[in-house]
């Protein structure tokens, strides 16, 4: 499109100037730090046992990970430089007339920087002297708080080798739920690290795949080198403040290499943990008797196979890999029989060496999940937000049948020219369906106080297309007052998410419920798609300017231009009477052109290099990635949505049952757009001390603080704040939900529409717009440690604490009031200063291996976090619609803390050249720990009933076999 013209040609034009600089600089040593994101370097100096630099030191760098080995000669100051260096163990060897020589071994990991010091001693005698790295494993080029995981610990780490298996182990990252000895299976759930939830970006070779956990798409576990987490003081390259994940894949080598991975769980492995208290508060809920096996994995078994190797050696490598899963889990949401869920992966990866200094790659990876029993209620039904942790299935016709596919593919070239410039240029794709079937057409019911959800689902189907291309070019230079590391890049990415309802609930109509008694009524109109999309392109400079042996600034800032956009589209049903509708192509829904700056600084305080002061500043445009399904006007369900009054007490709906009318989705005039609206942000600063101890160890202490600025929200313009102006009491029944008991609380004061204020259906409206004094704060102060292999054993340890205060009306999959920000009197009922939550949250992990005797290496994994804050709530009906409010603050009351341990013995049985073979025993939650993870927050028979137990202990025993 013309509009992207100026974008295309400023980019073209900056990566030629970057190259015409290079051709007019001289090759001299200079700083360094990471060129890529899936990319690592070594820098460092070589010196004399005086401290003085080492010029004209011949270093060479060898690894598996290599084609070749690679050569540099140190600068006068005895620097020298390695960049563009795919993650693994890497062995440097020094050498210098007049000096012994010596060796180094290091590891390098994804967008980290290993500084590698070599202290060169006088020849004497004619050997080889091994050194260790003076600067030891903190990265002293970067503010930025990343956790890495080499291929080497994802395949000690006990759980079931997912990505979220992996989040639910870093240090400082908080989980929505537990998963013990796989039974996630591929539902993930909501994650977060340091109080933002949402804004994540996971990238497999470089390409977005965000989006990934609702999809239902899976990861090929086995087939990755090395994982690398980013959880703050992220750098111009990241556009978001949450979690960042960075897969990156094997790639074959000079030798054919496989392994061969095969694991299994049974049930009669399995102890049980539920106990008599939370079988008797399910019993007076009158849900039935909890039965002891409703948490219980019921059968697992995962295989993993790869092959790699070469077509031509130094030249072209090749690598392969195909996983099959099968995980099937009790839940105490569906009792009816175990959830099964069959996962396939296909990976291919292929590296060729065009050329002395350039690679050419490419990358594909597929995946299928099968799900006979997929939980999909409805979800925000009179106000309470059900989920499928939370929602309760007592039948199988109630769910839905899953067959989700995606696929992620790269094609990408990156070189490096001299020892100044490395350019990489990638693109790919990432593509994903998630269809569902439904499992029964009964009419549907969802129960907004019991949860429970009776009746046919949704015939449906989930989509989502993103095109991207990534660049980007670096260049060092040891002009202008120091040591630069320059770095330019961009990208470009449209997604297109698409949602397609082939027939909504059996009739078209959802009844919502109210502890079994008639509440509310959707009428759906069907069939519907609802296609909307957006063009991200950004741009990002930055400097790492080493300034002197001390300081090092990282500079930078990135360019984000956002444009949402509908393609043209139709309802069949959406006209007057019925009739077919059509929707002319929204072109530009918002544009917004946005700059952020991303600062930040590492001071060295000691002169023996193992004392480092780092902090940052940033600021994080937010994507409007949930803009264009939000004012669509052809919306992916189109619904009415009223008070129902069951006139012939039925329990049925039927035409003319419809009351007073709350709200609607789909049509022209109902969706809307303030013409001033204006993005989001979130601003973080963080500080920080690290310290390397002896033994290898690092140690890092520090804060992080963020806040979220002038959020949006869809509104109804019919009725502003102003309009619920009828004061009214809304009785608290008390725990037990019934009016008149001691337990009964005190009223709490609301607000009823004013009757003027209430419009008729035609002149409903609803907008997108930005809503005032909504800023929410976060705090986090977190401890970590870490040690990476040397010696017998490695550690990975952390501790992070957060203080909150922000704006929301769900936690953990349930309502605590009508609308995210506060757009009504009611939202403000038993909340803080502004309608915000106030809340400490914290979470703990330390994993590690020690290697025993006799070949046996074990791995432990402790998880400690802090239970949801919560209060009890009750659900008002007021006179325009059914609304949850909080009784008492968020924070009164909290769900269990959770202690888990889970540990892994593992046994080299045979090794023969490099033929090895490994067998292993599991055991998670090896304390039968049994804390609720969710409960239901409801007055009522159901206050308090257990909605998420901890699964019990259990064991796995696996093997795994190479060459």
């Known amino acids: 499109m013309p509009r992207w013209w100026f974008i295309r040609r400023l980019f073209v034009a900056t990566l030629l100037g970057f190259t015409c600089v290079y051709a007019e600089a001289s090759v001299t040593a200079g700083s360094l730090q990471i060129v890529g994101t899936a990319y690592g370097a070594v820098a460092g100096r070589a010196m004399d046992p005086s401290g003085t630099a080492l010029p004209q030191v011949t270093i060479r760098l060898s690894s598996a990970a290599l084609m070749q080995p690679r050569v540099a000669v140190t600068a006068d100051d005895g620097s020298y430089r390695f960049v563009a260096l795919p993650p693994g163990d890497y062995a440097l060897t020094f050498e210098r007339s007049g000096f012994r020589p010596a060796s ?12 590698a010091d070599a202290i060169l001693q006088i020849a004497e005698l004619v050997e080889v002297v091994t050194v260790e790295p003076r600067s030891g494993a903190a990265d002293r080029h970067s503010a930025a708080v990343v956790v890495s995981f080499t291929a080497a610990q994802l395949a000690t780490l006990p759980g079931s080798r997912s990505m979220f298996a992996i989040l639910s182990s870093t240090p400082g990252v908080q989980v929505s739920r537990f998963e013990v000895g796989g039974n996630s299976g591929d539902a993930g759930g909501p994650y977060s690290a340091y109080g933002t939830r949402g804004l994540n970006r996971p990238m497999v070779e470089g390409i977005s795949v965000t989006n990934i956990f609702p999809l239902g798409f899976t990861l090929d576990y086995g087939a990755f080198e090395e994982v690398s987490v980013g959880l703050a003081a992220h750098g111009p390259e990241w556009p978001l403040p949450g979690v960042h994940m960075q897969f990156v894949a094997k790639s074959g080598g000079n030798q054919y290499r496989g392994t061969v991975y095969g694991d299994f769980e049974h049930r009669v492995w399995q102890s049980h943990n539920i106990d008599v208290d939370q079988q008797q508060r399910t019993r007076d809920a009158g849900t039935g008797l909890l039965s002891p096996d409703a948490n219980r994995m019921w059968r697992y078994y995962d295989v993993n196979a790869d092959l790699g190797g070469f077509i031509a050696r130094d030249r072209a490598w090749w690598y392969s890999s195909v996983r099959h899963q099968d995980v099937q889990i009790r839940s105490i949401n569906f009792p009816v029989k175990p959830s099964r869920t069959r996962l396939n992966n296909y990976t291919g990866k292929v590296t060729l060496r065009a050329g002395e200094r350039h690679n050419i790659i490419g990358f594909v990876q597929g995946g299928r999940n099968h799900q006979p029993n997929r939980l999909d209620p409805f979800g925000p039904a009179g106000g309470q937000v059900l989920n499928a942790t939370t929602a309760l299935h007592d039948a199988e016709d109630a769910t839905s049948s899953q067959r989700a596919s995606g696929i992620v593919w790269k094609a990408e070239w990156n070189g490096t020219f001299g020892d100044r410039l490395f350019a990489e240029a990638r693109a790919g794709q990432f593509d994903a369906s998630r269809p569902l ?8 019911f969802e129960d907004i106080d019991t949860l429970l959800v009776r009746g046919g689902s949704r015939h449906s189907e ?9 660049a980007s070019v670096s260049y060092f230079s040891d002009r202008w007052a120091g040591r630069h590391h320059f770095k330019l890049g961009g990208e470009i990415l449209e997604t297109l998410s698409q949602e397609r309802r082939q027939a909504s609930f059996p009739g078209d109509v959802l009844h919502v419920l109210r502890t079994g008694q008639p509440a509310e009524v959707y009428l759906f109109a069907t069939p519907s798609s609802s296609v909307s999309g957006v063009m991200a392109a950004a741009a990002h400079a930055g400097d790492t300017w080493r300034v002197g042996d001390r300081v090092t600034l990282n500079l930078g800032i990135r360019f984000d231009r956002y444009r949402v956009f509908l393609p043209a589209q139709g309802h069949p049903r959406g006209g007057p009477g019925g009739q077919p509708i059509a929707f002319a192509a929204v072109d530009d829904i918002v544009e917004w052109n946005l700059l952020a700056p991303r600062v930040g600084g590492v001071f060295d305080l000691s002169a023996d290099r193992k004392t480092i002061v780092k902090g940052s500043y940033g600021r994080y445009w937010i994507a409007p990635a949930d803009l264009g399904p939000n004012v669509n006007p052809n919306a992916a369900d189109w619904w009415r949505r009223y008070l129902w009054r069951d006139a012939d007490g039925s329990g049925r709906w039927e035409p003319g049952e ?7 989705r789909g049509g022209l005039a109902v969706e809307s757009i303030d013409p001033g609206l204006r993005a989001p942000w979130i601003d973080e600063a963080t500080a920080s001390v690290e310290r390397a101890l002896p033994a290898a160890l690092g140690l890092r202490t520090g804060v992080v603080w963020r ?27 008390g725990p037990d939900g019934l009016p008149g008991t001691p337990d009964d609380g005190l009223g709490l004061s609301g607000y009823n529409l004013r009757v003027d204020a209430s419009p008729p259906l035609a002149a409903a409206a609803n907008v997108v717009r930005n809503v005032a004094g909504t800023d929410s704060r976060y705090l986090t102060w977190d401890i970590a440690a870490h040690r990476r292999m040397r010696g017998p054993w490695t550690l990975s340890a952390g501790f992070a604490h957060t203080w909150t205060v922000e704006h929301s009306n769900a936690y953990s999959g349930q309502a605590v009031r009508q609308n995210v920000y506060v757009l009504t009197p009611n939202d403000l009922i038993n909340t803080a200063e502004g309608g915000r939550h106030r809340m400490r949250t914290w979470t703990a992990t330390a994993s590690g291996t020690f290697e025993a005797p006799w070949k046996i290496v074990v791995a432990p994994l402790l998880r400690y976090q802090s239970g949801q804050p919560f209060g009890r709530t009750i659900s008002a009906v007021m006179n325009f619609g059914v609304i949850r409010v909080l009784t008492e603050p968020i924070g009164t009351r909290r769900m269990d803390n959770v202690t888990l341990l889970d540990v892994r013995v593992e046994r080299e049985v045979r090794r023969s050249g490099s033929r090895r073979v490994a067998v292993f025993l599991d055991v998670f939650n090896l304390f039968n720990a049994n804390p609720e993870q969710n409960v239901n927050w409801a007055s009522g028979a159901v206050f308090l009933q257990p909605l998420t137990v901890v699964s019990p202990r259990i064991a796995r025993i696996g093997m795994r076999a190479g060459f």
């Open 104 to 115: 180094i071994a290091v590891q390098v990991g994804a967008a980290f920087s290993a500084t």
């Open 462 to 470: 989930q989509r989502l297309r993103r095109n991207q291309a990534h």
């Open 658 to 664: 419809e009351g007073f009318f709350r709200d609607s």
């Open 707 to 733: 806040r979220h600025s002038r959020p949006y929200a869809r509104q109804n313009t019919a009725r502003p704040f102003d309009a619920f102006s009828e004061p009214v009491v809304i009785p608290d029944p």
């Open 437 to 444: 079937m439904p499992n029964g057409n009964a009419p549907r």
